[in-house]
């Protein structure tokens, strides 16, 4: 049996197929343009929503991220990482003693007494789980299929595909982002963005990252609007006098708006109009919104996130029923110095969503928007001697007042570092390396389940989604209201 990757029914495939038809000289048949059309529905947004990214970029450390902390798992822990001393001490793992303050307290205890905590750093996070705001996804990470650690091994690779070039810092990043390998143009970010378009008034604020380019945010017809943690970015010498001069100004302005009678001039003019239209539009927007919740300082992913909640806050000015945001955080990918280094990064990741939470709610949108992290992937529970090396699947928060809080999804999977024919030993591919228990597709459509995409559109936003289902692959992981 061949692994053969099914048609994607989407509103995208019904573009596509109307645009191959159309440069053939071909009509539609009829039947086909309705079918099309049903595909190309997209949901109507009478409230708002909005869904934020926060990448952590360079594969975060899962093993002392959602630290295990039942007595039993974390002796395991501590032997694997070289005792609960610290570097100084030899090894990387944490001490029990100080996760005590940052113990994920669940409404449903796990099963066997599993109990896990966060980094000492995280406490703003834990204490978002425990109040209810907050969840943990175990053990999620690429898919295209599920996978047993058998087949996992198995050189069949046309019945058990893997995703493509794993362990790699660029093309994970990616594959999270879009299912494909570095050079991927359209994410599942921005194919959100285009079923949400017909529903904003000002289209080009749907996706808006605060980090750069990213494919996540790119969609067929959705294009991702980058800012600045100061606001829109300015044309320069449209916003600004050239040279001093008012005139210099208003010469390059007319220039770089005219009509002309080059299509390509045109075009680029056209586009040039909208940026600073959009740039003024934010601007505005912006100038009535003020929030007084205290964002930290020093604090990279703070300043992105504080820049969010105030788009966020203009939503009415911009137009925008639903949104998707993108943030990010970089240096993760600490193969050197974890114990020393991961804790800054803990703490920024926790005090940022945390501030941005309880700015949603001083908004009155707790329950309307929802951050979600991601990162390149986990890594290996074994330590270097200084650090961890490139895993796969990994933990993930989720963060908003729709959230289904103070709860673990997903299976808990036994501290291990074997790749062995033990049957309790499932979920690891060697040096404690997780093979994902749950796909991104299946994490990516719950999320996109709750903004409003409808089950026959969600094969089109995730285009490995089909593959997975049944009690043990859920489409729809159950963490959102």
């Excluded at 006098?241 to 008012?246: A, E």
């Excluded at 390509?264 to 040039?272: D, G, K, P």
Aim: glycine share 12%.
């Amino acid at each position: 049996m061949q692994f053969i990757q099914p048609e994607l029914h989407s509103r995208r495939a019904f573009l596509r197929r109307s645009a191959q038809l159309g440069i053939a000289g071909t009509a539609l048949p009829f039947a086909l343009n309705l079918a099309a059309v049903g595909e190309a529905a997209a949901f109507t947004a009478t409230d708002y929503k909005a869904l934020v990214c926060v990448f952590l970029y360079g594969g975060n450390d899962y093993g002392n991220t959602v630290i295990t902390y039942d007595d039993d798992s974390y002796n395991k822990y501590s032997t694997i990482r070289g005792g609960g001393g610290g570097q100084s001490a030899g090894g990387i793992a944490l001490a029990k003693s100080a996760l005590t303050p940052t113990l994920l307290a669940p409404t449903t205890p796990l099963a066997g007494g599993r109990q896990y905590a966060l980094h000492p750093s995280m406490t703003g996070l834990t204490n978002l789980f425990n109040t209810g705001k907050a969840a943990v996804q175990l053990n999620v990470g690429p898919l295209v299929v599920p996978l047993t650690r058998a087949q996992y091994n198995s050189s069949n690779r046309a019945l058990y595909p893997l995703p493509p070039k794993l362990f790699s810092h660029n093309d994970q990043q990616s594959v999270w982002q879009s299912s494909s390998p570095e050079g991927s143009t359209v994410g599942w970010g921005g194919n959100l963005g285009d079923l949400a378009l017909s529903s904003n008034g000002t289209s080009l604020f749907t996706c808006i990252s605060v980090t750069g380019n990213a494919v996540f945010l790119s969609g067929d017809s959705a294009l991702q609007y980058q800012v600045s943690t100061s606001g829109a970015i300015p044309i320069n010498g449209v916003k600004n006098n050239v040279y001093g001069s008012t005139a210099v100004r208003s010469a390059l302005t007319s220039l770089i708006q005219q009509n002309s009678g080059q299509a390509l001039e045109n075009e680029y003019n056209r586009i040039t109009a909208r940026a600073v239209g959009a740039e003024a539009t934010i601007t505005s927007g912006l100038a009535g919104v003020n929030l007084t919740t205290a964002f930290p300082t020093n604090n990279p992913l703070a300043d992105q996130l504080k820049m969010v909640a105030r788009l966020i806050g203009a939503r009415t000015a911009l137009g925008s029923k639903r949104q998707v945001f993108m943030v990010s955080l970089g240096g993760f990918d600490l193969h050197d110095n974890l114990i020393s280094q991961q804790p800054v990064l803990m703490q920024r990741v926790s005090e940022a969503m945390t501030a941005f939470y309880n700015a949603t709610a001083e908004l009155g949108l707790a329950d309307k928007v929802t951050a979600f992290t991601a990162s390149d992937f986990g890594r290996t529970l074994s330590s270097n001697g200084d650090g961890s090396d490139h895993g796969w699947g990994s933990h993930h928060l989720m963060v908003g007042g729709a959230v289904k809080g103070k709860a673990f999804y997903g299976k808990a999977p036994p501290v291990s570092i074997t790749n062995t024919a033990d049957a309790n030993d499932q979920w690891h591919v060697g040096q404690g390396r997780l093979l994902p228990s749950t796909s991104v597709d299946q994490y990516a459509a719950t999320l996109a389940s709750w903004f409003g995409v409808s089950n026959t559109e969600l094969p089109g936003v995730l285009p490995n989604l089909s593959h997975f289902g049944g009690a043990d692959y859920p489409a729809n992981l159950g963490f959102m209201a």
